[in-house]
């Protein structure tokens, strides 16, 4: 049976879906899949899965995708990142009898794509695309797909939309940001160019940014004329988005830990989900954020999570009469509801920053803001203040280091050479010397390693040891010399 393309692959194989969850790393697991569709999701992907690591890890295939068979996690759609054409097919060429269509991303904007050269920084390297998707479209089984940023300009979005159409492309997701944007400076996407590419190719588009509510997907569907949307944060605030609910969190975060017990996941993953469904309470409740932080069972988390419903049904069984939701929320912080992102200008604001400075020195200022207000710093920092509530980020009260004389790095406080360890290593090997400090002691092994070989010398040749006008190291040393 050939295999299907286009609007056909859409209507018959993806049954024609338009709620699509997106792929996250670590979040879009089959747990979170399985909850999503309960609530409305027609179409799921796998988290980004690393087409290398895929193809020679048998346990990462196991624990990705090759786990318990599940019937009802279909239609999916396995998503690759990857730079090479042959690695990309081989693993796809493995995972193509578990999916529906393998994905290729296009659109990873972090550091850690940048620093293994895919996702949104493959985007100037059409030549190499075009090879991915016509050696993946010839070879596989199942359609190949595409999820794409952005350029600044819509006519080289356009262009580029038609070369992956033309390479082989069945499908293309147009996430409406460029790569640039992306975190506290992610911004508003743009469902001009979304349009735009939707008009210039004849094959199925999805829409992905700004849906935060189903009002969201009905108008980005009017204003774009996409066949579908995707939804990632949204989804990760209000599993239910697709239904147009806002259930209470305890709800969502109950059902999806019983299906976590059926079908079970790394405690991280978990954590995460519950840090997204619970945020809004969680700034209320500091100390039970802390302990979801900490927790390092399963049976913790639910234990938490129970406190949190408690605390909650506390809240309310107390509420006046025509109270309203504090800190500008929607809802009650018990209701699950989107996360509205601060825009760039307004994070500019934020750190006493002009809207006009380059993006980077305005998330510099964020996450170097003191202390005193931990909701100013970056996650990372955030996560390290609760595991040590003293520790501070202050740069002025950060340590001195003297520099190593070669390179810049600290040098070893007690290094002979005022050098950085790894100098260190090389000069002291170079020149035959030691330095106690870094631990380094080449001169004293060479002198042992030559008093060794005298002794060797000494024994298998006894008059060496009774002639009295040299001593054996000398006698050594010397015949050395001679011999050379």
């Known amino acids: 049976m050939p295999k299907l393309r286009g609007e056909a692959f859409w209507r018959e194989t993806l049954r024609s879906a338009h709620y699509v969850v997106a792929p996250m790393v670590d979040q879009s697991e089959l747990a979170w899949r399985l909850l999503s569709r309960r609530h409305g999701a027609e179409l799921c992907y796998t988290p980004m899965l690393h087409a290398q690591v895929f193809l ?3 346990n990462y295939r196991r624990e990705n995708l090759y786990g318990e068979a599940c019937p009802e996690d ?46 949104a920084f493959l985007q100037e390297e059409w030549d190499l695309l075009q090879r ?55 911004g508003v996407a743009s469902w001009e160019h979304i349009q735009a590419v939707r008009k210039a190719v004849s094959i199925p588009v999805f829409a992905n940014g700004n849906i935060q509510c189903l009002s969201d997907v009905e108008e980005c569907i009017r204003k774009t004329g996409v066949h579908g949307v995707m939804s990632a944060e949204g989804n990760l605030h209000n599993p239910a988005l697709f239904e147009g609910r806002n259930p209470l969190v305890w709800e969502m975060a109950e059902e999806y830990l019983e299906i976590v017990q059926k079908y079970p996941c790394p405690l991280s993953y ?38 949190l419903k408690l605390r909650c049904q506390e809240e309310i069984a107390n509420q006046k009469e025509g109270e309203k939701p504090k800190e500008g929320l929607p809802f009650f ?30 998330k510099r200022a964020l996450e170097e803001e003191e202390d005193g207000n ?21 740069p002025s009260l950060k340590p001195k280091y003297a520099k190593c004389d070669q390179c810049g790095n600290p040098k070893g406080n007690k290094c002979v050479f005022n050098m950085c360890r790894g100098c260190c290593k090389k000069r002291a090997f170079k020149e035959t010397a030691d330095c106690p400090g870094h631990g380094l002691l080449f001169k004293t092994k060479y002198e042992k390693s030559l008093s060794w070989q005298s002794s060797q010398r000494v024994i298998q040749n006894p008059e060496i040891s009774r002639r009295g ?16």
């Open 56 to 58: 020679r890890d048998a």
């Open 74 to 119: 279909r239609p999916l759609i396995v998503q690759f990142c990857a730079n090479d054409p042959e690695v990309f097919v081989q693993a796809a060429l493995l995972a193509q009898d578990y999916c529906d269509a393998i994905d290729l991303n296009l659109g990873c904007p972090q550091m850690i794509a940048k620093r293994g050269h895919y996702g």
């Open 333 to 362: 912080h018990w209701i699950c509801q989107p996360y509205i992102r601060p825009g760039p200008k307004e994070r500019c604001k934020e750190n006493g920053a002009s809207g006009t400075e380059k993006g980077v020195r305005g």
């Open 270 to 307: 978990v954590r995460a989900h519950l840090f997204k469904l619970w945020h809004h309470t969680l700034q209320v409740y500091q100390q039970l954020r802390e302990e979801l932080a900490k927790v390092k069972t399963l049976e913790g988390i639910v234990d938490v999570n129970r406190e």
């Open 469 to 484: 006008d040299v001593d054996v190291g000398e006698t050594a040393v010397l015949k050395e010399a001679g011999d050379s």
């Open 374 to 394: 931990s909701e100013l710093l970056s996650k990372n920092k955030q996560k390290k203040k609760l595991r040590n509530p003293n520790k501070s980020f202050d």
């Open 132 to 186: 991915m998707i016509l050696l993946a479209n010839e070879k596989l089984s199942v359609p190949i797909t595409c999820k794409i940023r952005v350029f600044p300009e819509i006519d080289k979005t356009v262009k580029y939309a038609q070369m992956l159409e033309k390479a082989g492309c069945q499908l293309l997701t147009v996430h409406g940001r460029t790569k640039e944007q992306k975190g506290p400076l992610a």
